[in-house]
C-alpha cells in the first residue's frame, strides 16, 4: 500500500482496522487469525465475493463523485501565508516547493505500479507539479513592467537644469 498508493492515498493503523472491521460488517472481507501461540496473532484478511460485487458496483458508479472536503495541511499552511512579511512568505513558499519537489521525484523514482495505480500516481504527480508552477509565480518577485525601472535622471539642456529654480 506504501509504495503503490502513497501518491494518491495514506492512512494510519488507526484508519484502517476501523475500515476492515466496517468492511467484515457488511460481509466484504473475510477476517482469518493466524499466529503463533505466543505474541501477537497474525490477521489475515480475505475479500469475499460480495465485496468484489461492491467493488466493482463502487467502481461503476456513474452519479458523479461529490467533491470531498480536503485535509491538506500545506493548503491551510498556504491559505494563513498573509500574516508574513513578504521575504518570510517567500522563505516558506521555497520551502514547500522543495518538499513537494522531493515528493514528486520519490513517486517518479518508485517502480512504477502495475494499472490503474500507476493512473493514480501519475494524476497525484500531475496536482503537484501545478502546484510547483503556481508556488514559481508567487515565489519569484514580480519583474516591472518595461519602462517603470528606470531611473529618472534630470535631463540638462545647454547648460541648464530641468528643474528651474526660483
Known amino acids: 500500500m506504501e509504495e503503490e498508493l502513497a501518491a494518491a492515498w495514506s492512512a494510519g493503523v488507526s484508519q484502517i482496522y476501523p475500515a476492515l472491521a466496517r468492511l467484515r460488517r457488511n460481509g466484504w472481507v473475510l477476517l482469518?487469525?493466524?499466529?503463533?501461540?505466543?505474541?501477537?496473532?497474525?490477521l489475515l484478511y480475505r475479500v469475499t465475493a460480495a465485496g468484489r460485487r461492491e467493488l466493482a458496483r463502487w467502481l461503476m458508479a456513474v452519479a458523479p463523485?461529490?467533491?470531498q472536503r480536503r485535509h491538506d495541511p500545506l493548503l491551510v499552511r498556504l491559505a494563513f501565508l498573509d500574516v508574513l512579511s513578504a521575504a518570510d512568505r517567500r522563505r516558506v513558499?521555497?520551502?514547500?516547493?522543495?518538499?513537494?519537489?522531493?515528493?514528486?521525484?520519490?513517486?517518479?523514482?518508485?517502480?512504477?505500479?502495475?494499472?490503474?495505480?500507476?493512473?493514480?500516481?501519475?494524476?497525484a504527480i500531475e496536482e503537484r507539479e501545478a502546484l510547483r508552477?503556481?508556488?514559481?509565480?508567487?515565489?519569484?518577485?514580480?519583474i516591472?513592467?518595461?519602462?517603470?525601472?528606470?531611473?529618472?535622471?534630470p535631463v540638462r539642456r545647454k547648460g541648464v537644469s530641468a528643474r528651474r529654480r526660483g
Open 133 to 142: 508552477r503556481l508556488l514559481a509565480r508567487e515565489i519569484e518577485p514580480a
Open 65 to 67: 463523485v461529490p467533491p
Open 32 to 42: 482469518r487469525t493466524l499466529g503463533p501461540r505466543r505474541g501477537p496473532p497474525r
Open 144 to 153: 516591472p513592467p518595461t519602462g517603470s525601472s528606470r531611473k529618472r535622471v
Open 93 to 123: 513558499l521555497s520551502g514547500i516547493d522543495t518538499a513537494v519537489a522531493s515528493e514528486v521525484e520519490r513517486w517518479r523514482s518508485a517502480p512504477p505500479p502495475e494499472g490503474a495505480r500507476g493512473l493514480a500516481r501519475r494524476a
